[in-house]
Each structure stands twice: as structure tokens, then as C-alpha cells.
């Protein structure tokens, strides 16, 4: 399909990367959610927790939220909203340690981690529901790699990733090396290595709080921590195995990735220009503005943009 015209023209002054990234991390949202919460135990003996939104419909929409984010993020409440009023059940999954609980092994989760994935499916189908998944950064290279890595899975009528960095390495490396981007960083990071120390208090044997001298972004973290705790030879093997891209040309189902031009978390290799111009599911729209997870066009609006357009484009499903 061609590359999708953008319809997003946010005013001038906002108009900028940072500015969109920033504001909705500081607007408030007037957003009531009544999550009912579950858990979901798995075989290895960990758990998930998830957030359900069940008004008895035959659809549902599988949420996956950022890194070191959760269902009750703004961006995952405002989608979940805005879905529940159209018609959808809404299953917002919260990954291994992110649901205000540690999880109960080692290892946590991971940008390619579509297992996990997979029994969020499997418990949101159950009864012969219809499912379509919406990722946000993290959890868009999550979708979209789930949908091209599975084809065939009968259940999965449809994915949209936003902010997906569906090149994982170009995006470790502008986070990395981008002084502008180093606020997001820090904040990042410190975040990651919080919970490495909560983690070698619990495991001393197999986690180890001085691994984390010298660590000053994601190369070095996802080399010391994230893959070898998920079985990648290193953060270079983590990368290549975990990015959404290479699935992207088996993609069948109807896809969209929106990703914004003046991303801050993104690289150029994190637009598929290719990949959509030939593919017959994947759609790639590409505004000039909108930032990280932020597509703002009124500041004090209930929601966004990007949940408009969602629920768009899972209603032509």
C-alpha cells in the first residue's frame, strides 16, 4: 500500500519534537477508567497483571504501554476510553514488574518479548473474540513484531504501532548519543537501574548492582542486563532478534505504524518508507510533528489526536 498522507497539523506552536513529547507528560487528563483488575499466571511461574475494560462486546483491543510504563499511563487510559465508548473490550497488559508489584523472577521483560504477548492474546480471545493490538513505543515494535512474526494467528484481525521504534539499534544509539535527548535518558535509565538494585537485593546470585558502574545508556544496560537475562548473546544480538522491521513484509493483517517525523527516540531507520510501498497490510503515516507519544492539537482536550485516529482506522477493520 502507499505510505499513508498524514492528516495531523498540530498549531504552530506546537509544532516542535520536545514540545509534544513533553506536554503530555505534564498536562492532567480528565480521564475516569474503571479497570478491573486481573491476573494472568504464567507457565515459567511468573505473573502479569492486567487491566480489563469488559462491557460484554465480541471485540477486543489489546493495549501494550511503553518502557517502564503501565496501563494507567495517560496515553493508555485515553485510548482505552475512547475504544470502550466505541464498542471494544479493552485488555491494557501491564509487562513483568510494571504492574506495581516485582515480578517473581529474574528476568523482566524485554522490547521483542512477543511470548508474553501471546497469552495476553490468548486470555483476551477466550470465547471467540476478535482481537486487535495497539502498542505505544516499546509495545509498537511489540505488535507490530507479533503480527509479522505470526501471520497466521486467526484471532488477530488488525495492529497499530505509535511511537515504535521498529529499529531498535538506530534507536538505542540517537537516545545514546543525542545531547538533546538526554532528559529522556537520564529518566529512563534511572528507571531501569532502580529496578536492577530492587532486583539484586532479591536475587544476589544472578543480578548484580555493580554492573550498573559505568552505564550511561542503553548500550551499555541492554549489554549488561537486558540480554543476557533474556538469552541474547549481547545488546547488538538483542537488537537484531527484538526489532519490529524484519517482520514487517510478512505482516497480513491491516497495520498502521505512526510515527512522527521529529520523534526524539527515533532514527531514520525507524520508518519503513519501503516496506509500506509494497506491502498490502502495512501502512506507515508519518506527520511532520507530533514528537514521542504525543500528537497534541488541543492541550487541554480529553484526548489526543493519535486516539482519534486509532479508533479510526481499527473501526475500518
Given at each position: 500500500m502507499?505510505?499513508?498522507?498524514?492528516?495531523?497539523?498540530?498549531?504552530?506552536?506546537?509544532?516542535?519534537?520536545?514540545?509534544?513529547?513533553?506536554?503530555?507528560?505534564?498536562?492532567?487528563?480528565?480521564?475516569?477508567?474503571p479497570?478491573?483488575?486481573?491476573?494472568?499466571?504464567?507457565?515459567?511461574?511468573?505473573?502479569?497483571?492486567?487491566?480489563?475494560?469488559?462491557?460484554?462486546?465480541?471485540?477486543?483491543?489489546?493495549?501494550s504501554?511503553?518502557?517502564?510504563?503501565?496501563?494507567?499511563?495517560a496515553?493508555?487510559?485515553?485510548?482505552?476510553?475512547?475504544?470502550?465508548?466505541?464498542?471494544?473490550?479493552?485488555?491494557?497488559?501491564?509487562?513483568?514488574?510494571?504492574?506495581?508489584?516485582?515480578?517473581?523472577?529474574p528476568?523482566?521483560?524485554?522490547?521483542?518479548?512477543?511470548?508474553?504477548?501471546?497469552?495476553?492474546?490468548?486470555?483476551?480471545?477466550?470465547?471467540?473474540?476478535?482481537?486487535?493490538?495497539?502498542?505505544?513505543?516499546?509495545?509498537?515494535?511489540?505488535?507490530?513484531?507479533?503480527?509479522?512474526?505470526?501471520p497466521?494467528?486467526?484471532?488477530?484481525?488488525?495492529?497499530?504501532?505509535?511511537?515504535?521504534?521498529?529499529?531498535?539499534?538506530?534507536?538505542?544509539?540517537?537516545?545514546?548519543?543525542?545531547?538533546?535527548?538526554?532528559i529522556?535518558?537520564?529518566?529512563?535509565?534511572?528507571?531501569?537501574?532502580?529496578?536492577?538494585?530492587?532486583?539484586?537485593?532479591?536475587?544476589p546470585?544472578?543480578?548484580?548492582?555493580?554492573?550498573?558502574?559505568?552505564?550511561?545508556?542503553?548500550?551499555?544496560?541492554?549489554?549488561?542486563?537486558?540480554?543476557?537475562?533474556?538469552?541474547?548473546?549481547g545488546?547488538?544480538?538483542?537488537?537484531?532478534?527484538?526489532?519490529?522491521?524484519?517482520?514487517?513484509?510478512?505482516?497480513?493483517?491491516?497495520?498502521?505504524?505512526?510515527?512522527?517525523?521529529?520523534?526524539?527516540?527515533?532514527a531514520?531507520?525507524c520508518?519503513?518508507?519501503?516496506?509500506?510501498?509494497?506491502?498490502?497490510?502495512?501502512?506507515l503515516e508519518?506527520?511532520?510533528?507530533?514528537?514521542?507519544?504525543?500528537?497534541?492539537?488541543?492541550?487541554?482536550?480529553?484526548?489526543?489526536?493519535?486516539?482519534?485516529?486509532?479508533?479510526?482506522?481499527?473501526?475500518e477493520?
Amino acid at each position: 500500500m502507499p505510505v499513508v498522507r498524514p492528516t495531523f497539523a498540530p498549531p504552530r506552536w506546537l509544532a516542535n519534537g520536545h514540545i509534544q513529547t513533553i506536554l503530555p507528560a505534564v498536562l492532567p487528563r480528565r480521564l475516569t477508567v474503571p479497570y478491573v483488575r486481573e491476573r494472568l499466571e504464567l507457565d515459567d511461574g511468573d505473573f502479569l497483571e492486567l487491566d480489563v475494560l469488559d462491557g460484554g462486546h465480541r471485540r477486543v483491543v489489546v493495549i501494550s504501554h511503553g518502557l517502564e510504563g503501565s496501563s494507567r499511563d495517560a496515553y493508555v487510559r485515553g485510548l482505552a476510553s475512547i475504544l470502550s465508548e466505541a464498542g471494544w473490550n479493552v485488555v491494557a497488559w501491564n509487562y513483568r514488574g510494571c504492574g506495581g508489584e516485582p515480578n517473581r523472577l529474574p528476568r523482566s521483560y524485554h522490547s521483542g518479548d512477543t511470548d508474553d504477548l501471546a497469552r495476553v492474546i490468548e486470555r483476551a480471545v477466550d470465547g471467540g473474540r476478535q482481537a486487535a493490538l495497539v502498542g505505544f513505543s516499546l509495545g509498537g515494535n511489540l505488535s507490530l513484531k507479533f503480527v509479522g512474526e505470526r501471520p497466521d494467528y486467526q484471532s488477530v484481525i488488525g495492529a497499530v504501532g505509535v511511537s515504535a521504534p521498529v529499529d531498535l539499534a538506530s534507536s538505542a544509539a540517537k537516545l545514546d548519543r543525542d545531547p538533546a535527548n538526554r532528559i529522556y535518558l537520564r529518566r529512563l535509565i534511572a528507571r531501569l537501574e532502580d529496578k536492577v538494585r530492587a532486583k539484586a537485593v532479591r536475587f544476589p546470585d544472578q543480578v548484580r548492582v555493580a554492573d550498573l558502574e559505568g552505564v550511561k545508556g542503553f548500550a551499555e544496560f541492554d549489554d549488561r542486563f537486558t540480554a543476557p537475562m533474556h538469552g541474547f548473546r549481547g545488546a547488538q544480538d538483542y537488537w537484531t532478534r527484538s526489532s519490529a522491521r524484519p517482520f514487517l513484509p510478512f505482516i497480513r493483517v491491516p497495520s498502521l505504524l505512526l510515527n512522527a517525523l521529529d520523534d526524539p527516540f527515533l532514527a531514520p531507520a525507524c520508518f519503513p518508507f519501503d516496506e509500506a510501498e509494497s506491502s498490502e497490510s502495512f501502512l506507515l503515516e508519518a506527520p511532520m510533528s507530533g514528537g514521542h507519544l504525543g500528537f497534541v492539537q488541543i492541550p487541554w482536550a480529553k484526548h489526543h489526536w493519535a486516539e482519534f485516529r486509532i479508533r479510526q482506522f481499527l473501526s475500518e477493520l
